[in-house]
């Protein structure tokens, strides 16, 4: 089948870069424990401090939490509520994962436009974190990234119980 063929090109590209932005986002946890650990130890043994290491930690934390979105999702890693659906049949389970798989990719659609034009604001009123003055709006472009990958995953997921379905 064509539609298929079309899945299965659009998985071997899109699986990839989710992996790497995964990987990603466990450098950047790596380095973030590191930070916070340096800060602790520095403020205990010296009574001095990192200047924005909370800064640091709070963008660090939104590229690891939208980085590693979409790797969990191939993973089937977030959480789902089985107790009501596993009562039904494999149809009504497929048309319900159908609804459930599309609504969420539009949703996420939503939320990446949504975050493109809002980081697009940041960049021309050059919105600046208050210790370290690190701009915003590449953090902002990051949600967007981390969704549209997410987004695409729902979409490969949506085809796959789709495929499935119509072969049944």
């Known amino acids: ?15 990839p870069i989710s992996k790497i932005m995964n990987s990603i986002a466990s450098v950047i946890l790596f380095f973030m424990m590191l ?8 403020r205990k043994v010296f ?3 990192i200047l924005g290491t909370v800064e640091l930690t709070e963008f660090m934390m939104v590229i690891l939490v939208f ?3 979409a790797q969990t999702e191939v993973f089937n890693g977030h959480v789902k509520v089985d107790l009501v659906m596993s009562r039904f049949g494999e149809r009504a389970q497929a ?20 975050a493109l034009v ?9 919105e600046v ?3 370290l003055w690190l701009p915003i709006y590449p953090f902002i472009y990051i949600v967007a990234t981390g969704c549209a990958m997410l987004s695409l995953i729902l979409l490969i997921k949506f085809f796959t119980v789709l495929i499935k379905m119509i072969k049944s």
């Not at 089948?1 to 699986?15: A, G, R």
């Not at 319900?96 to 659609?109: A, K, P, W």
């Open 47 to 49: 009574s001095k401090s």
């Open 1 to 15: 089948m064509k539609i298929e063929q079309l899945n299965h090109n659009f998985q071997s590209w899109i699986y």
């Open 118 to 126: 809002y980081s697009a604001k940041m960049r021309i009123v050059e």
């Open 95 to 114: 048309i319900v994962d159908i609804i459930t798989q599309f609504s969420c990719f539009i949703l996420f659609g939503l939320f990446t436009w949504s």
């Open 35 to 42: 930070l916070t650990i340096a800060d602790v130890f520095l």
């Open 67 to 69: 980085f590693a979105l």
């Open 129 to 131: 974190s208050q210790d």
